[in-house]
Structures are given as structure tokens and as C-alpha cells.
């Protein structure tokens, strides 16, 4: 959770939690040996709602589940309630539901993964990846260069973005493996003293065990990846690996086995084509002495 407590040994937002509750639902459904048509039938929707419900990607409402829990012979007390407290959880808004009006449901649905996850590997050939900015740094690109002209929208999206950053801080924070291009370095967002700035916190944040940050040097730049990417890794099995990858109109979300194995080469061969973490942090020494 975004404070940092673990709620019933499930970690993580609303978004986690309804997955892995569609996943269980799904289970038992198969195991009773009933279609998808004939449960969503007897809580009054349809086949395409249950595969909703199963996939996570709807909330849901304690009288289907009950319905449902009914339908699938769980009648054990103790055990319908686990089921439906985890109801509850999946409902329950995450701390980001406040900035709801700033991002669009795929981004949403993004927070609340990268809040429930174990790893995360990101790779960014443009900016210093979102989870690692300064506060400055932020303003810069929420306000298209031009910090001065700041609105109040803009600075509820710079609290947005730090206050993601606390996920990394937690006593369960995940492990976060950053891969930048060579050229983030010298791309002067905000101006030197910004960009100084960011190196400096670069430095002071790859101190910490859980984060881990390679730059790509300009020679291998452009082979490994075409594009910015995260993997979203987790502990539940119900949970699958995710990519995701945001372009201008919106996300995709890769959960694909063959998709998955794709990446993973991708994210193996960066970690051979670029700096080590300790030859990182001497790049970054040496490029902040040059602004």
C-alpha cells in the first residue's frame, strides 16, 4: 500500500487486488465446471462481464460475489469472507484516486500496478525515468519547458509524480532497475543548474539497495531498444510480468508469454551493453564536473 503496510499479505493498490481476485474467482468457476455465460446469467449480466470481472479490469460488487461464491459451492463462512474483504480492498480508492481528474484510466490503472510490484525494470531514452526525478526536473516537463508559467494542474502533477516516488521508500519497497540512454545526461532539462541537480540526486538515490541505474554509452545507444519501456514484475502468481509502454494517445499493456520473453532479451541485453552500476556512477561524477 502506498504507506507502506501490508494489508493481508497482499501488497499493493486496488488495481492488484482485483486481479488477483478475478483470478481466484475464475478458479473456482472452472473447478465447479461452469461456463462463463451460465455465472454471468446467474448474477443477472452476461459472459463478457465475467471475463471482465475475471481479468481484473472492473470493480466489483459484494452481492455478485456472494451470488457467485454461492454458485461455485463455497458455502464456509470464513472463506466467503476472506473472499469479500478483499471486495472491500478492491474498492477501496489508492492515495492517487485524489489526482484522478489529471490521468486518464490507463495511467490509473498503471499507478496502482507499479505500487503492487516486486521489481520494476524501466528503460528511458529520453528522461530520467519519473520514479527518479527531481523535483525540479518534474516541473520542467509538466510545464513543456516553461516552469514560470506554472499552474496549480501543473503542480498537482509534480505532487503526483514525487508522490509515487515514495513507493521506493517503503520497508517492502521493490527492487527498481533503470536503464538510461547516454544522451539523458546531456539533454539540458531546466537548464544546467536543474540538470546538475538531477545528477546529484542520481547519485544520492543509486546509495540506496533496492535501486540499481546503468546508462547506455553513446556507442550502443539505439541497438538494444527503439523504444521506452517498463516491466512491472510481481510476487502473487496470479499476477502476470507486464510490460507497458505509453505512447501519445495512450498505453499498451504486454502480458503475452512470447511478449514477455521478448522483453526480458532486451532487458538482458542492455545489461550487457551498458556501464555497470559502479562505471554509472563514475559518468555520472564525470558529466555533472562538466555542466
Not at 114 to 119: D, F, K, L, M, W
Not at 177 to 195: F, K, M, T
Not at 261 to 290: C, F, G, H, M, W
Request: hydrophobic share 35%; glycine share 8%.
Amino acid at each position: 500500500m502506498a504507506d507502506g503496510r501490508n494489508d493481508g499479505g497482499l501488497s499493493g493498490g486496488p488495481t492488484a487486488r482485483r486481479i488477483v481476485l478475478g483470478s481466484q474467482l475464475r478458479k473456482l468457476r472452472e473447478k465447479a465446471e461452469i461456463t462463463r455465460g451460465k455465472a454471468g446469467y446467474h448474477i443477472r449480466g452476461s459472459e463478457s462481464k465475467i471475463s471482465r470481472m475475471e481479468l481484473g479490469r472492473v470493480g466489483f460488487k459484494e452481492r455478485d460475489v456472494e451470488d457467485l461464491l454461492s454458485m461455485y459451492g463455497v458455502t464456509d463462512k470464513e472463506e466467503r469472507e476472506q473472499f469479500l474483504s478483499l471486495v472491500r480492498q478492491s474498492n477501496e480508492p489508492g492515495w492517487w484516486h485524489r489526482y484522478s481528474d489529471l490521468m486518464p484510466t490507463w495511467f490509473t490503472d498503471y499507478v496502482g500496478l507499479e505500487e503492487s510490484a516486486s521489481r520494476i525494470q524501466t528503460c528511458e531514452l529520453q528522461f530520467v525515468p519519473g520514479l527518479l526525478q527531481t523535483e525540479e526536473y518534474t516541473r520542467v516537463l509538466a510545464s513543456h519547458g516553461r516552469p514560470e508559467l506554472s499552474t496549480d494542474e501543473t503542480e498537482r502533477r509534480v505532487a503526483l509524480r514525487l508522490s509515487r516516488q515514495k513507493v521506493l521508500h517503503r520497508t517492502d519497497a521493490p527492487k527498481l532497475w533503470a536503464v538510461i540512454d547516454e544522451s539523458v545526461l546531456h539533454r539540458p532539462i531546466g537548464g544546467p543548474r536543474v540538470l546538475r541537480d538531477q545528477i546529484d540526486h542520481l547519485l544520492e538515490v543509486t546509495r540506496l539497495p533496492n535501486i540499481s541505474l546503468q546508462v547506455v554509452p553513446y556507442a550502443l545507444s539505439g541497438y538494444a531498444a527503439e523504444s521506452s519501456f517498463t516491466m512491472l514484475r510481481f510476487t502473487e502468481p496470479e499476477l502476470p510480468d507486464l510490460v507497458y509502454i505509453e505512447h501519445l494517445g495512450g498505453a499498451v499493456y504486454l502480458d503475452r508469454r512470447e511478449e514477455i520473453e521478448t522483453y526480458s532479451r532486451v532487458i538482458d541485453r542492455l545489461a550487457v551493453d551498458a556501464e555497470t552500476p559502479n562505471q554509472t556512477r563514475q559518468t555520472l561524477i564525470k558529466r555533472r564536473a562538466e555542466i
